[in-house]
DNA sequence: CTTCTTATGTTGACACTGACAACATAAAGG
DNA sequence: CCTTTATGTTGTCAGTGTCAACATAAGAAG
């Protein structure tokens, strides 16, 4: 449904998502402007509109196609035969983690608060496959031994909160400078502290 | 350093940080205008110029004495002579995300990509400190046992993540909602999940 | 092909913002 | 008292998001 391929410009929509996360990543969320998106596009002002009715529009739309990246790479391991169910846990904790640093600005705009506030439904509802994906795969590990002996209404947060903390730390230039993260630390080690992909 | 109490309007800065926290609160960081700010706290729009001089200034100032509020409150549980050294750091994280839940507005800033992007020299100082004392504490409940089998450099982004991110995804409306977070787990469940207070 | 309709882009405007400079006044210190 | 410094005000500027009115291209219908 992404592909209206004809139009006066080639597909501006598209075009519009790229160049934002393009501009996010050299120079924050706070310095995108839809007029300079526009000019960088070669179109008016308020090309853009027609597209996206507000600047939080743009920036829910850009979270939506995230969560949807991020939920198939993570899914590509919820069944796999090859895997126990711990290390299926581990895995896709690992691969959101290792998502998240290929895919900075993204991840950021994905974490800022303001979006939060403005997101529409279609990002709640790409949100709650997101959810649904883990809420299974943590169900699983869980009668594996996944910290059974744990309220499951603590479960979830921890392995959510745990593994965007973690992404967040090592993607946000400040923390990861301040706290002295030297040498970046491999993603494995970090999703092992996560989810002990042993029993 | 922070009682100029003298000056025309009482003590603006202090007064502006206040103000700022609770505009924060209700309508979130993007909303802060500078100009509303010095409307209601009765003042001229440039007045704020004086003490901060600019936007990103002033929330680079609400982030620093966050952290050390942050720090301080930490802090209490480092040297508790009544816990074992792993209940130490259990309790500091458990801490921390109470703290945040209980600072929301100030939380969220700090957690704002665009503020760690214009940092100042105070603020990474702030930051440096709060390292200084988990490091510290981290190392210790190493020799204890917590997680002695995995790398030094995996454990201090997993602490410190692990405890951020779910502070961040309990304190996010979006994602508590999403994510069915119905009832709010208990911060102690969570911390355990950290870090096991027992050996 | 012609005509009608819709999708898309443009122009112009408005209120608002952060920032700066020049000026004004209060406070403090000699 | 006078001078200096801290603090606040007024005026201005370029830039922003949003809206309404208008223009044009694309596509469908006849």
Redesign the interface.
Same mark, same amino acid.
């Given at each position: 449904m992404n592909d209206k391929a004809a139009y006066h410009h080639g597909n501006l929509r598209k075009a519009l998502l790229e160049e934002a996360v393009t501009t996010i990543e050299a120079q924050? *969320?706070?310095a995108l402007s839809m007029r300079q998106l526009a000019a960088s596009l070669g179109v008016s002002h308020a090309a853009p509109r027609r597209h996206f009715e507000s600047k939080g529009d743009l920036l829910s739309a850009i979270v939506t196609d995230a969560y949807t990246e991020l939920t198939e790479a993570v899914f590509a391991h919820a069944d796999d035969p090859a895997l126990s169910r711990l290390e299926r846990l581990n895995a896709m904790s690992r691969t959101a983690i290792d998502w998240a640093l290929a895919n900075r600005a993204k991840f950021?705009v994905m974490?800022?608060? +303001? *979006?939060?506030?403005f %997101?529409d439904e279609a /990002?709640?509802a790409a /949100?709650?496959d997101f959810?649904a994906v883990l809420?299974k795969a943590i169900t699983e590990a869980r009668s594996d031994g996944f910290?059974d002996d %744990?309220?499951m209404? %603590?479960?979830?947060?921890?392995l !959510?909160?745990?593994? *965007?903390? !973690? &992404?967040? /730390? /090592?993607t946000?230039? =400040?923390?990861a400078? &301040?706290?002295? !993260?030297?040498?970046e630390?491999?993603t494995g080690? =970090?999703a +092992? =502290? !996560?989810v002990s992909p042993e029993e």
């Open positions: 924050g *969320v706070e950021q974490t800022n608060p +303001d *979006v939060s506030r %997101a /990002l709640k /949100l709650a959810s809420a910290h %744990a309220p209404e %603590a479960l979830f947060p921890f !959510i909160g745990s593994t *965007v903390g !973690i &992404a967040k /730390l /090592l946000d230039p =400040l923390m400078g &301040a706290l002295n !993260i030297a040498k630390p491999q080690d =970090l +092992d =502290l !996560i």
